[in-house]
């Protein structure tokens, strides 16, 4: 099983990735590579998932699972065990990976330009709104030294919100330029990831890049809660090698 990997520059130490829906052992709805236990599908078949996905990573021995709360907590990987309640990690140890999993929402990847620190945040927008950035961003002692990557997330055409979502921006950066209105009467299209993108800018932070890929609209290759209810979830992961 293979980790689909951006093109973004990277420190040579820093290993970076996301699942797709496909390769895997789960059955409809979830299939076939579904990494998450919570959602209703086989056990055995996730852990066959989980195995095969831990088989094809070079310079990674294991993965730390989180219970994700769509909050704004971190964790470092090296101090908890799996089903930590946490929305984000940290990792300065080679060889664990901190991972989020995901079905629309955005994962943010961060690490530090020597390749010495990485993170990675869960950013639905309860999460983001929450400030699970800022928390992330909190365990670098320089936001001008990290660099972030925006992993596939629902995209701005998909993601239909209330005025509450709207409202919880209010104060954003950028906010004016991520929500456009909507077809239907106190409905909007919010952009998840020129969200993340513009907070980040203006922490500090000097290089962003983005996958520019969608869940929703990529039915084939990714899960999509929001697309279709019961489903899988992919994983994504960061981890510094050896």
């Not at 999460?127 to 950035?133: D, E, S, T, Y």
Request: net charge negative; aromatic share 10%.
């Amino acid at each position: 099983m293979t980790l689909a990997r951006p093109v973004w520059p990277l420190p040579e130490a820093v290993k970076l990735g996301w699942t797709t829906r496909l390769g895997g052992h789960s059955q409809a709805p979830f299939e076939s590579n579904n990494q998450a236990h919570h959602v209703g599908d086989s056990a055995a078949a996730v852990d066959a998932n989980r195995a095969g996905l831990i088989a094809g990573l070079t310079g990674c021995e294991q993965i730390r699972w989180l219970s994700q709360i769509h909050g704004n907590r971190v964790v470092a990987v090296e101090t908890v065990a799996d089903g930590a309640k946490a929305d984000a990690a940290t990792v300065s140890q080679p060889g664990i990976a901190a991972a989020v999993m995901t079905a629309d929402c955005l994962p943010v990847f961060f690490w530090q330009d020597d390749g010495a620190q990485v993170a990675i945040a869960h950013g639905g927008w309860r999460g983001l709104a929450a400030g699970v950035l800022a928390e992330t961003l909190k365990q670098f002692s320089d936001p001008g030294r990290v660099r972030c990557g925006l992993g596939p997330a629902i995209g701005p055409q998909a993601f239909e919100v209330g005025m509450d979502v709207v409202e919880a921006f209010a104060d954003w950066p950028g906010a004016a330029r991520c929500f456009k209105a909507a077809g239907s009467p106190g409905k909007w299209l919010a952009d998840l990831p020129q969200l993340a993108e513009f907070w980040l800018q203006q922490a500090g932070v000097p290089a962003i890049y983005r996958s520019q890929l969608c869940t929703f609209s990529d039915a084939e290759h990714y899960f999509s809660y929001r697309r279709d209810g019961a489903t899988g979830r992919m994983v994504n992961l960061i981890w510094r090698s050896a």
